[in-house]
């Protein structure tokens, strides 16, 4: 992986508010995605943002943690990870191995997102597995992440639903997630690689369909901000939330 601030080939300027892929500040990059994508998964994903793809799929087991057992409650966990050649210089499968903390930072946060929107006392004792790969990297991985786990999470329920392994599909809310940033002192909406790489700040935020804050993450790459700034980011973020938020919609109609 190359250095965010060294990186010298990727530099651009923001004078006329283009960007390098054409978009305007406030523009999400376009969504797509391939479902069901593998034939095993109980509810599966390729979702592409841009060029940043990843697999996303749902796997059900009949167990839970052990600090769950007896409960009734159900579990949603999470893995992340990025394959060798999904970055412009091939990643060492041992080099990613010793990323862990931020791999770890990642799927911690795809879990903790999911469940809540979920009601975890209607699933029974059985786990949830996300298993998400990315093949392709161009900024924005865990958002898309979220993104795409959140649609085959709730393929998974309703194909247990389906098997009348559950008796409804416990999901509250739709859920979603965007990058935002600052960069050369303008505010830019679903960062690509390029555009994270020279950021000022940069934000992740995580929202439900009905706006509220699930999670944001948010840092100085060698810079403060000001909470003006802070609430400006948010605010923008939103509205980026609202329209992924709207594409599922129209995957997955009503959360029933």
């Known amino acids: 992986m190359t250095n965010k601030k060294n990186d010298k080939d990727l530099t651009f300027k923001l004078g006329d508010l283009i960007r390098p892929d054409g978009r305007q500040p406030d523009q999400i990059r376009e969504i797509?995605?391939?479902r069901p994508f593998q034939k095993h998964a109980e509810g599966s994903v390729?979702?592409?943002m841009g060029d940043t793809k990843v697999v996303c799929s749902a796997s059900v087991e009949e167990r839970v943690p052990p600090w769950l057992r007896g409960t009734g409650q159900g579990w949603i966990t999470a893995e992340y990870g990025m394959l060798p050649r999904s970055t412009q210089n091939r990643l060492n499968r041992e080099t990613v191995i010793k990323t862990a903390g931020r791999t770890?930072?990642?799927?911690?946060?795809?879990?903790?997102?999911?469940?809540?929107?979920?009601d975890t006392t209607a699933l029974g004792e059985r786990t949830f597995y996300l298993d998400c790969d990315v093949i392709q990297?161009?900024?924005?991985?865990?958002t898309a992440a979220?993104?795409?786990?959140?649609i085959a999470l709730v393929d998974a329920l309703r194909k247990v639903k389906d098997q009348k392994r559950?008796?409804?599909i416990p999901v509250e809310d739709y859920l979603a997630a965007v990058s935002i940033g600052i960069v050369d002192r303008q505010t830019l909406?679903?960062?690509?690689?390029?555009e994270d790489s020279q950021a000022d700040v940069d934000m992740t935020v995580v929202m439900t369909g009905s706006g509220r804050l699930v999670e944001i993450q948010a840092g100085g790459e060698g810079t403060t901000f000001s909470q003006e700034d802070l609430s400006r980011l948010i605010e923008e973020g939103s509205k980026g939330i609202k329209k992924i938020v709207k594409w599922q919609k129209e995957?997955?109609?009503?959360l029933r």
């Open 137 to 142: 990297a161009d900024g924005g991985t865990r």
């Open 104 to 118: 770890y930072e990642i799927q911690r946060l795809i879990g903790r997102a999911m469940r809540a929107v979920v």
């Open 146 to 150: 979220i993104n795409g786990a959140f």
């Open 32 to 34: 797509k995605i391939t």
């Open 189 to 194: 909406l679903d960062l690509c690689y390029i």
């Open 251 to 254: 995957i997955l109609g009503e």
């Open 46 to 48: 390729l979702v592409e």
């Open 166 to 168: 559950i008796r409804k």
